[in-house]
């Protein structure tokens, strides 16, 4: 039985770009993967990301290279489904990044000093990128906020665009007496008004609660990861605690599972030196 030449191809970037292009191919290739369009490969692009984040969180370096793979995998994916429509390859979109991180980065790959401190750097890198939003036509100050963000990240980035501009409460204790204000709205809408105003107020409670994220140097999205992360480990041990006894969370009651909820605390409480 012959070889397949993919075999021949030099094991890395090469070969996966072949694969890619092999797989895509209207002839040979896989009926799935040459159907895709961006819109339908989007969803497992942004799954991808999260799982390498998982990975880190989770301190698993092998499936770190793992997900990684995965994640360059679907790049690489995008591109060429930019290629079968002739807008760009992967070597362009390369060669687009490299551009922009030399362009960002005069302090290594310029004249300039690069003795900064990070919050310099992270103010020059805003400045860089407001100039590439301007050369791309975007004149507002919310402009290029990705809309495919998830939903605090993107209130957190809208909060910080507009306080560039000056639009911010000064301190945590005006956003605190905002959140209150916004817990009587929620809590009258809840009981006088329709179900769409509900949603509304309790939209507007959700932004108020990131921007206190924000003044307080917390991320939004990445504290409440944590607190799920901590709710399935307490929930966890309930379920093992009734399972001790025989039974199941839904032949308990709340009050059993509430104790067991405290016990759960106590018990996982980390242990400060």
Not at 173 to 185: F, G, N
Request: some cysteine; overall charge negative.
């Amino acid at each position: 039985m012959t070889q397949d030449p993919i075999h021949t191809v030099p094991a890395g970037i090469d070969q996966l770009l072949e694969i890619m292009r092999r797989l895509r191919d209207p002839e040979g290739g896989c009926p799935w993967d040459i159907e895709q369009d961006f819109s339908t490969i989007s969803p497992y692009t942004i799954e991808e990301a999260y799982e390498v984040d998982d990975a880190i969180a989770r301190g698993d370096m092998e499936d770190l290279k793992s997900e990684l793979g995965d994640l360059l995998f679907q790049s690489v994916f995008q591109a060429q489904i930019a290629a079968d429509k002739g807008l760009f390859d992967f070597h362009d979109v390369a060669q687009t990044i490299a551009s922009k991180m030399i362009s960002r980065h005069p302090h290594v790959f310029g004249d300039e000093s690069n003795q900064k401190s990070p919050e310099q750097q992270t103010r020059d890198w805003e400045v860089e990128k407001a100039k590439e939003r301007e050369r791309r036509g975007e004149h507002r100050t919310l402009d290029g906020v990705a809309m495919g963000l998830p939903a605090l990240m993107r209130a957190q980035k809208l909060q910080k665009r507009a306080a560039r501009v000056g639009f911010d409460w000064p301190d945590a204790s005006h956003v605190l007496d905002k959140i209150r204000e916004e817990a009587a709205e929620l809590e009258e809408a809840r009981d006088t008004l329709t179900k769409e105003e509900v949603f509304e107020e309790f939209g507007d409670l959700l932004f108020v609660v990131v921007n206190l994220g924000r003044h307080l140097g917390v991320d939004a999205e990445e504290a409440l990861r944590a607190c799920n992360a901590k709710f399935t480990r307490r929930f966890d041990y309930i379920e093992d605690a009734l399972a001790e006894r025989g039974k199941t969370p839904s032949e308990s009651n709340l009050e059993e599972m509430d104790a067991l909820w405290d016990e759960a605390k106590v018990a996982q409480k980390p242990v400060r030196p």
